[in-house]
């Protein structure tokens, strides 16, 4: 029969249609205020979900929901203001194995999210949020991974018995002194075969001070005929250089993810932006301040010998020139000197998880630390050879300082190492063990950042931007109100020119919205400002299909075709010409798509999706409902 479908085809369409409202549908409710519980050491189960129960029932805070998610539990709230009161309480009662963040979470009704039927994620311009340009400092990176190569260097001329003046770590090379050509020389080719990343330069002469082994370049003033020195020069070849700058860059990048999923946050955007720097963007983000301290957060820890005794500190604090050459002077919380060895036991990069809490013999704030293998036994490689001595622990803290230099801000990077314990070795350490000296927030902030891993650089925050809720509220709107007005117009302009078909054609451009939006919520794409003008453009192409068909079906009816015949040809002449100018613009939105990136790629994405979506309702579905208005029937006038 001329213009009917099958029954199975009217049907599919219609599931297509209920499964599209149905997936549409989580977009229509808001968001619910929420404190996020999360944990690196707990497991996320029922358990978990009742001590936050309980917690909030004992401290009389009110809550719509506790619900359990992958990485984390959600208590929901009725207002921002209680939200808070949850929060507080929930801090106060769940420990320091817990992460407790606010954030904003979708109000979709459970039944939804039992079929997987969740909102598109908002980007930042539409959902409000925080974002941050992070700014590497390579420089430190360089010179933490020169100072590593110290000990080595002692401890392989030591093993092949060759004897030099001294060890001296600079910047970005260490110095290497001998009092014998012969010595040196072979100590150069000892070391290149070690260390191959390291390029080794020699050079001869002459000082007043045997022992001093610092090259021209250094400072140090030759003195003619006294006492020749050959020093070699070990510094990073170029190739390694760039690897040691990518690797810091990868492993703060993998930090900072670390650290943004203890805040629970949905969508975030971490990425690199040039050789040295990182775009942090936290959608819904409330507390601005929390994340930035979490992000910036660079403190860490030290493990180190002591070196000497108090009167040779004391010495050396007086004449800084007293400091032996394998050690190197701190000082203590309360402004003492103390020389600890140069050569490390642990750093934080050793460290596997961390806690707070209090130590059991004297009550005071601890900070218990897990060590990978690596650093468990050098641990207690180190301790069991030093039973009886001292060991100190280091706290580093990277602090930025802005100041006004001829008008312009300047930020920079101090590195702050203050000794906060020094505890004698009375047993062989191992993987577990306790640091204490430092303050009960000094030690959740301590042990908040060792569970989420050290940054291989220090990092310091050179852009900050908010866009407060309310903007984000008014991008959507705006957004909404002009999808609002292109569809009026298109619609009105349908009406006018082609009646019936343009009400059809409508319709099936309202079908294809809701069809757009489910996609975009099944793939969980995340929607901004340029997504929206995607879905914008769409509407307004949507419609050219249908008016394709129905001038070729005007057409058909002036060449004198009966109606059914005309729509029959219509549709189907028009095919071609539909997929070939859709397909065009598809090519170039999957190029955009392809090549670009942020919010090129959210626009291609609609795009593309509205492209596909349209083309489906524009020849399957009006069709489908020209077939049931006119099909079949004998027709002398059509309303087009």
Not at 260 to 271: C, K, M, R, S
Not at 445 to 472: N, Q
Request: aromatic share 6%; net charge neutral.
């Amino acid at each position: 029969m001329v213009n009917q479908y099958p029954l199975w085809k009217y049907l599919s369409l219609l599931v297509a249609l209920m499964l599209g409202i149905l997936y549409a549908l989580p977009n229509l409710y808001g968001d619910d205020p929420v404190v996020q519980v999360a944990s690196r050491e707990v497991a996320i189960d029922a358990s978990l979900r009742e001590q936050v129960e309980v917690a909030l029932t004992e401290a009389g805070v009110p809550f719509s929901a506790v619900d359990i998610e992958p990485s984390h539990v959600v208590a929901r709230f009725a207002d921002t203001d209680i939200q808070l009161a949850g929060q507080e309480a929930l801090v106060q009662r769940m420990g320091e194995k817990f992460s407790v963040s606010l954030n904003l979470e979708s109000a979709t009704p459970k039944w939804l999210r039992a079929i997987g039927a969740k909102p598109m994620y908002l980007g930042l311009d539409l959902r409000g949020g925080v974002h941050f340009l992070l700014q590497v400092d390579m420089d430190s990176a360089l010179k933490q991974r020169m100072e590593s190569y110290t000990d080595a260097f002692r401890s392989v001329l030591i093993k092949n018995k060759l004897r030099y003046g001294r060890v001296q770590p600079g910047a970005d090379r260490i110095t290497l002194g001998f009092r014998d050509a012969a010595v040196a020389e072979k100590a150069q080719s000892t070391l290149e075969n070690e260390f191959p990343d390291l390029k080794f330069t020699a050079s001869t002469f002459t000082s007043p001070d045997p022992t001093v082994a610092a090259t021209p370049a250094a400072g140090v003033t030759p003195v003619a005929g006294v006492q020749e020195v050959v020093t070699l020069v070990a510094t990073m070849r170029e190739e390694v250089i760039k690897k040691e700058r990518s690797d810091a860059l990868t492993q703060n990048i993998v930090t900072l993810r670390n650290r943004v999923n203890d805040l629970g946050v949905a969508e975030p955007i971490i990425q690199q932006q040039g050789t040295d720097r990182i775009i942090v963007q936290l959608p819904g983000v409330q507390d601005t301040a929390e994340a930035k301290r979490r992000l910036g957060n660079t403190a860490t820890l030290e493990y180190r010998l002591i070196y000497g005794t108090p009167s040779d500190w004391a010495r050396a604090d007086q004449s800084g020139a007293a400091v032996p050459v394998d050690a190197k002077l701190y000082r203590d919380r309360d402004g003492k000197a103390v020389l600890l060895r140069r050569s490390l036991i642990v750093t934080g990069d050793s460290i596997t998880s961390a806690s707070a809490g209090f130590d059991p013999t004297n009550g005071q704030p601890a900070v218990f630390v897990n060590l990978d293998g690596k650093g468990a036994d050098r641990m207690s490689e180190v301790t069991g050879q030093n039973i009886n001595k001292d060991m100190a622990v280091v706290f580093i803290e990277y602090q930025t300082d802005t100041k006004e230099v001829d008008g312009k801000l300047q930020i920079s990077t101090n590195k702050k190492e203050t000794v906060i314990s020094i505890a004698t070795i009375r047993d062989q350490l191992s993987r577990r063990f306790q640091t204490t000296g430092v303050s009960t927030a000094e030690a959740q902030d301590l042990a908040l950042s060792l569970r989420s891993g050290a940054l291989k650089a220090p990092m310091k925050i050179v852009e900050e931007r908010t866009v407060g809720p309310s903007l984000g509220r008014d991008n959507i709107d705006n957004g909404l109100k002009s999808v609002m007005i292109g569809f009026i117009a298109v619609f009105v302009f349908m009406i006018l020119n082609y009646k019936t078909f343009g009400l059809l054609a409508n319709i099936t451009l309202a079908v294809n919205v809701v069809l757009l939006v489910a996609i975009l919520s099944l793939l969980q794409a995340t929607l901004t400002m340029p997504g929206i003008a995607g879905i914008v453009l769409t509407v307004g192409m949507a419609v050219d299909a249908n008016v394709l068909i129905y001038e070729r079906i005007r057409e058909e009816i002036r060449l004198g075709n009966s109606v059914q015949a005309a729509i029959h040809a219509g549709f189907d002449k028009a095919f071609a010409t539909i997929t070939d100018s859709n397909v065009t613009t598809l090519i170039a939105a999957l190029a955009m798509l392809s090549l670009g990136s942020g919010p090129v790629r959210g626009f291609a994405v609609t795009l593309a999706l509205g492209i596909l979506t349209s083309m489906f309702t524009a020849v399957v579905g009006t069709r489908a409902m020209v077939n049931l208005l006119y099909g079949g029937r004998t027709i002398k006038r059509l309303s087009i």
